[in-house]
């Protein structure tokens, strides 16, 4: 049984895709990696077949067009056999037992928990010298708590502490998903070449359907500093309030948030 499907899109990525897998097929649970090559020019296409060759947990998928990240993980959520969903980009890497840990807030407690996530490190170093201290700060929140607390942290931090971190990372790779509940009807990923921020706006339509949250400030998620990753070359902030705007409604705390 497959427990998590990983999901990573790749463009010309072969400088750094190596460690990224090293670290994935490291987690110790049954999963299975699914790379999504995303009309690579270089040598990502070669280092996959390597490590399909080698280990039979990892598949290798090719986009007939260039069609950007938020897309290509769309495509890989139809295709995935796993209980459960994660998403690493390319250039990021793991810390050891992020996904083991995730699980067992998962399946932790009363609470049935379809989203479980954790902090990340930024910016990562090139390799972990230590160990990430595990599920510190676990708290949990059951479907109203998401609705008053988690889904409003999401849109945005309120103006007296607009400048300080948010409560909870943006990235969707941060976070490990229930396959059926992305898998309803609505919830996609959108194009990051339409809408900037992609992954909060994912994040908050799957939450916003959860049964129940947990979360860990054990920062398991090495993100690295990439300037030409798509968020760097695909920026509408407008179109990112105005979609924050349509979320907020005419709920007034909401706004604020969304305007910050």
């Given at each position: ?26 987690q ?16 990502t296409?070669a ?26 993980r ?8 796993g ?10 890497y ?9 699980l ?28 990430v ?17 988690v ?13 300080k ?11 490990l ?10 919830i ?18 799957v ?29 509408d902030?407008?179109?990112k ?20």
């Amino acid at each position: 049984m497959v427990e998590v499907s990983v999901i990573i899109p790749a463009f010309n990525a072969e400088k750094t895709l190596g460690r990224c897998l090293d670290s994935v097929l490291s987690q110790a649970l049954e999963l299975e990696v699914i790379v999504i090559d995303d009309c690579s020019t270089d040598g990502t296409v070669a280092l996959c077949k390597r490590y399909v060759d080698r280990d039979e947990r990892v598949r290798l998928l090719r986009n007939s067009q260039n069609i950007g990240q938020g897309l290509s993980r769309n495509r890989g959520i139809e295709v995935a056999f796993g209980t459960f969903l994660a998403f690493v980009d390319a250039d990021d890497y793991l810390a050891p037992h992020m996904y083991e840990d995730l699980l067992s807030l998962m399946r932790a407690g009363n609470l049935h928990i379809d989203v479980a996530g954790c902090a990340l490190l930024y910016p990562a170093p090139n390799a972990l010298r230590e160990g990430v201290p595990r599920l510190e700060g676990i708290r949990y929140y059951d479907r109203a708590q998401i609705h008053d607390e988690v889904l409003p942290a999401l849109m945005g931090n309120p103006p007296e502490t607009a400048a300080k971190p948010r409560a909870f990372p943006i990235s969707s790779c941060t976070y490990l998903f229930r396959t059926s509940l992305v898998r309803q009807p609505g919830i996609a990923f959108l194009s990051e070449r339409l809408v900037y921020s992609e992954d909060l706006f994912f994040d908050y339509d799957v939450m916003r359907h959860a049964a129940g949250f947990a979360f860990t400030v054990s920062p398991y998620y090495c993100y690295t500093v990439n300037a030409g990753s798509t968020v760097h070359r695909y920026l509408d902030p407008t179109t990112k309030i105005e979609r924050l705007y349509a979320l907020a409604g005419t709920d007034e705390k909401l706004l604020q948030r969304a305007s910050l």
